[in-house]
């Protein structure tokens, strides 16, 4: 679907750089708006029909399909290309920081192996400081962004079910498939928080439970079965390449070149942007590209370093506010499992689902918080596991031979997983800023981080860990975690894939770089519509809402240039 | 000098052993309690393995349609049967399935060990220092190596090998086996016949919505909310 890199042959009225869940869906809102796009992408082109292997099994891997660093999430992941590291494109960290950070470098991005986890951000979640006086608050609340909500769940496909809980919105009739139901584990899970009063709900979760019928791009429903990371033949998870880029590309308005690393941003005349400068991967040459409005969708890192290699030396393009790589988060995240004598050697059946997760525990606690009950701000969520296969070496006893074997038996399907996902409140110890001497392989500055979590996160944590122990107890489960200071079973910076905020929102151009729109306060046709926008990082998965906020910056962009304001 | 299986089973059931409700956070929290020595003694473990010669892996973009193994293997044809041997010891054959051994996920170990990535390496300086110590304390007991030895003399080195507290001289011919031992049961039942072994039924595509637990199985999951004294969640009522 894409061609090499060569110098554009025709006027484009929007560079879109990076075709993820950001790019694909301005890709797609622009084009069907008439407007003219070209993205650029600094992975390789990527075809999931041709490339993706749903079906072997792990054992027709080397390793049993066992991450490596070079596929680090399984032989079969569809990450290309990509990962932890990428061949001659470092980046740093300054002393002490520990920060992993995930390039995938495809055409299509993250969302060909995401998490598909989708909840929609509540009232408390775009209003934090207002809240509990931290961080800062977003330009727009939830009643903004909800009608977007409701047209990038049906456009995508979700299923999931009521919630009717405090901070966790519910969607209107008609947003939703309906969700798969829950397996045994899910369902014990169940029983024992809610005993325990912490409440579960349906997952709301990016994978069509019924058919999507479409003339360029037809979806169908998932057939319950092999694991959705690793990509999605018949389209049922949602990824970029098997709906939203194909139906832009259909409109006859959009061309994609992949390899094609963006270095900077280039200006013209009037404060306005020119266009793009990129590198071909592929052979080293620099290209220019001029449009009337560029589009920052490479992600929260590429799309901050990018900017911070534009405009005046050293303080970067877009940074009179100075808050440019500031205010960085990523999601706090812990593991919880537990072997439940009740469950081993219980009756077989198919628990495949729909790959991850039918059921999850949202927070619970936002009016203990309000009385000053808890000793972290904001919130997390569990993630939930448990199913019939393998269970984890943790679960089994130290013997050999037929006890060996019937204890594999026994603890297949008897242990269950309780995985935190929490918010994390920007500090001004973390933060993301160009190295002062290390360039990757094509000359281009690359990024330092620096990490650090605060105590809010730490107690945040223990927190957790005290109440996914609870549950497993009312089991009379065996925790299998190790029992170390929640410091040391917290994820890395970086680690859970969620970095957002290094270029956030706000209404005053002192303190945000750029407005609700994703446009830039210093250029006005420099629009940002990633994670970077974010003016804060809950708990809930990220992606619906760059989504959500793509396609509301994608229609203003439009209406823009339509009205001439960017002539 | 041979010790029987029964003195070491008597040995064994005189050492501190822990069931798997103690294991997990309890035991990783505390400072590892020491056990008793084994009757015999203990070889020291091996101070160095020979190199493996350079390799490549099979990079950030292998065919994912096509998966190969790039690199050679380079356990030694003495080393690949001790190896066979114990497949077949500590997942034996029985009536739901063969033994690990027999199955050839001997020549998963050695693909494993054999692999250029930093975990498959430090497993490899565990499992053949772990086999040549093996060898050598079979040696000491028994005059031979262990692929020689008896049944019983080698199933009283593997309950040596699997005590729940080792003694310090043992704590890293415990750890080795420990490493051997996982890396047999996800080399075995990742295989057809081990997730057969395990009765798991999936990786079927199914039309329609997710059909859900059997009536069996929700039959037993009643019973034991009923045992644990739980209601029945309200997402799974009718």
């Known amino acids: ?567 | 000098m041979t010790f029987t299986r029964r003195t070491t089973l008597q040995w064994l059931a005189t050492a501190t052993a822990l069931s798997l409700a103690n294991r997990g956070a309890a035991a990783a929290a505390a400072p590892q309690a020491t056990g008793a020595p084994p009757p015999f003694k203990v070889v020291d473990w091996p101070a160095s393995i020979a190199p493996m010669p350079a390799t490549k892996g099979y990079g950030r973009d292998p065919d994912l349609t096509a998966p190969k193994v790039p690199w050679p293997l380079t356990l030694t044809k003495p080393q690949r049967a001790t190896v066979d041997m114990l497949g077949d010891m500590i997942l034996p054959a029985d009536a739901a399935s063969p033994g690990a051994g027999t199955l050839g996920v001997g020549a998963f170990i050695d693909e494993w060990i054999s692999a250029p990535y930093p975990q498959q390496q430090a497993d490899r300086a565990k499992v053949i220092a772990g086999l040549t110590w093996l060898d050598a304390q079979s040696r000491v007991l028994h005059g031979d190596a262990f692929t020689a030895a008896t049944a019983a003399q080698r199933a009283t080195l593997l309950d040596v090998l699997t005590v729940e507290v080792p003694s310090p001289a043992m704590a890293q011919p415990v750890a080795f086996m420990d490493r051997l031992r996982n890396l047999f049961v996800l080399g075995f039942y990742s295989l057809p016949e081990g997730k057969a072994d395990m009765g798991y039924i999936g990786d079927q595509p199914t039309e329609g919505p997710y059909p859900g637990p059997t009536p069996e199985a929700q039959a037993h999951f009643a019973t034991l909310l009923a045992s644990l004294k739980l209601s029945m969640p309200s997402s799974s009522r009718a």
Not at chain 1, 197 to 225: E, Y
Not at chain 1, 272 to 301: I, M
Not at chain 1, 500 to 511: E, F, I
Not at chain 1, 539 to 551: E, G, M, Y
């Open chain 1, 1 to 567: 679907m894409a061609r090499s890199p060569k110098v554009a042959e025709s006027a484009v009225d929007v560079v879109i750089v990076g075709s993820g869940a950001a790019g694909g869906m301005a890709a797609y809102t622009l084009t069907k708006a008439g407007v003219r796009c070209l993205i650029l992408e600094a992975g390789r082109d990527y075809d999931p029909q041709a490339e993706v292997n749903m079906f072997a099994p792990e054992s027709d891997a080397p390793l049993r399909g066992t991450g490596t660093p070079d596929k680090p999430f399984g032989y079969f992941d569809a990450t290309v290309d990509g990962g932890w590291q990428v061949e001659g494109e470092p980046y740093t960290m300054t002393e002490g920081s520990d920060f992993r950070w995930w390039r995938p470098r495809m055409l299509g991005g993250r969302t060909n192996h995401w998490g598909r986890h989708v909840p929609r951000f509540g009232a408390y979640d775009f209003k934090p400081f207002s809240r509990d006086g931290l961080g800062v608050d977003w330009p727009i609340g939830y009643d903004d962004v909800a009608p977007f909500y409701d047209r990038v769940e049906r456009m995508i496909g979700v299923n999931g079910g009521p919630i009717g809980l405090e901070n966790h919105p519910d969607s209107p009739a008609g947003c939703l498939m309906p969700p798969p139901k829950p397996r045994v584990p899910e369902m014990l899970i169940t029983a024992a928080a809610e005993s325990l009063g912490i409440p579960v709900r349906a997952a709301h979760t990016a994978v069509l439970t019924r058919d999507m019928p479409d003339k360029v791009a037809p979806r169908s429903a998932c057939f319950n079965a092999t694991p959705c990371t690793r990509g999605c033949t018949i389209g049922a998870m949602f990824q970029t390449t098997t709906s939203l880029l194909p139906m832009a590309k259909a409109t006859g308005k959009l061309r994609v070149v992949t390899d094609a690393m963006v270095s900077r941003v280039v200006m013209g005349a009037r404060g306005r942007a020119a266009g793009v400068e990129y590198v071909d991967r592929k052979t080293g040459q620099r290209h220019q590209v001029t449009a009337r409005a560029v589009v920052l969708a490479a992600g929260t890192g590429e799309t901050t370093r990018l900017l911070l290699n534009s405009g005046e030396q050293g303080r970067g393009l877009a940074n009179s506010s100075g808050e440019l790589g500031r205010n960085l988060t990523d999601s706090t995240g812990a593991s919880f499992s537990a072997f439940i004598p009740g469950l081993a050697g219980r009756p077989r059946y198919n628990e495949d689902g729909i790959g991850g997760q039918h059921i999850y525990i949202p927070f619970w606690l936002y009016e203990q918080q309000k009385r000053g009950e808890l000793d972290f701000a904001r919130g997390y969520h569990f993630e939930i596991g448990g199913r019939f296969g393998l269970p984890s070496s943790a679960a089994l006893p130290r013997v050999w031979g037929k006890d060996l074997k019937q204890a594999v038996r026994n603890a297949s399907g008897a242990t269950i997983g309780l995985t935190l996902r929490g918010e994390m409140i920007p500090n001004k110890d973390t933060f993301c800023e160009i190295d002062p001497t290390v360039k990757d392989r094509f000359g281009i500055p690359v990024l330092r981080f620096a990490f650090r979590w605060s105590k809010h996160e730490v107690n945040q944590v223990a927190h957790g860990r005290r109440a996914a122990h609870s549950v497993f107890k009312r089991l009379n489960g065996t925790i299998l975690d190790p029992d170390l200071p929640p410091e040391q079973i917290m994820t890395a910076g970086g680690e859970i894939i969620h970095e957002l905020g290094t270029a956030r929102m706000g209404a005053d151009p002192k303190s945000s770089v750029v407005d609700s729109y994703g446009q830039t306060w210093d250029v006005d046709n420099v629009v940002l519509m990633d994670g970077a926008t974010f003016a804060s990082g809950p708990h809930k998965n990220p992606t619906l809402t760059i989504l959500a906020l793509a396609l509301r910056a994608s229609e203003r962009l439009a209406t823009r240039l339509s009205s001439g304001a960017l002539a």
